[in-house]
T-cell receptor
Framework: EDQVTQSPEALRLQEGESSSLNCSYT??????LFWYRQDPGKGPEFLFT???AGEEKEKERLKATLTKKESFLHITAPKPEDSATYLC????????????FGPGTRLSVLP | KAGVTQTPRYLIKTRGQQVTLSCSPI?????VSWYQQTPGQGLQFLFE???????NKGNFPGRFSGRQFSNSRSEMNVSTLELGDSALYLC?????????????FGQGTRLTVV
């Protein structure tokens, strides 16, 4: 059974304090790993897609990396507006959207 | 380009009733998927539609059903509502089915069953 876990469950950072979020997965036939950001009461907002081990993508203060068993979302010098829940999802199997989501990491960045 | 639109945003229903939720995908997107989000279970896949056909289905009872119209708009129906059906229901659209493509989510419909 495809599984996705995320750690830590919650993370509090001071503004400017860099850190990393972890996403570990067990899937058969990974087609893609996705990172989303979700603000309270809103739908997830797409951040990155990673397809193969060794791949990296960056967007502003965020950088996502992928290995064969896990992905990291690195946050450099975060700002309070980066506070949100970060969700990791995998697409596996042969077809279909069918994301399997992790439970998320709730990030709070304090000014 | 307009995003994914879900209606209504909020809904309160009584146990035993049925409910229909609507989703309009991004223009040109032909794949629509539905997800249920609860504090305890997180985001769980319900089903995916592409070209008016259900392509994938998650592990939910038959009380949860859906359909897609020729203009790619989709509806989700839940019959005989239970208290445990209270959740945020999210719709996501993507350009293609069966490809490595990201999904864009709507704001969701918050369903409360009393």
């Amino acid at each position: 059974e495809d599984q996705v876990t995320q750690s830590p469950e919650a993370l509090r950072l001071q503004e400017g304090e860099s850190s990393s979020l972890n996403c570990s997965y067990t899937v058969s036939g990974l087609r893609g790993l996705f990172w989303y950001r979700q603000d309270p009461g809103k739908g997830p907002e797409f951040l990155f897609t990673l397809y193969s081990a060794g791949e990296e993508k960056e967007k502003e203060r965020l950088k996502a990396t992928l290995t064969k068993k896990e992905s990291f979302l690195h946050i450099t010098a975060p700002k309070p507006e980066d506070s949100a829940t970060y969700l990791c999802a995998v697409q596996a199997g042969n077809y279909g959207q069918n994301f399997v989501f992790g439970p998320g990491t709730r990030l709070s960045v304090l000014p | 380009k307009a995003g994914v639109t879900q209606t209504p945003r909020y809904l309160i229903k009584t146990r035993g009733q049925q409910v229909t939720l609507s989703c309009s995908p991004i223009s040109g997107h032909r794949s629509v998927s539905w997800y249920q989000q609860t504090p305890g279970q997180g985001l769980q896949f319900l089903f995916e539609y592409f070209s008016e056909t259900q392509r994938n289905k998650g592990n939910f009872p038959g009380r949860f059903s859906g359909r897609q119209f020729s203009n790619s708009r989709s509806e989700m129906n839940v019959s005989t509502l239970e208290l445990g059906d209270s959740a945020l229901y999210l719709c996501a659209s993507s350009e293609k089915q069966g490809m490595n493509t990201e999904a864009f989510f709507g704001q969701g419909t918050r369903l409360t069953v009393v």
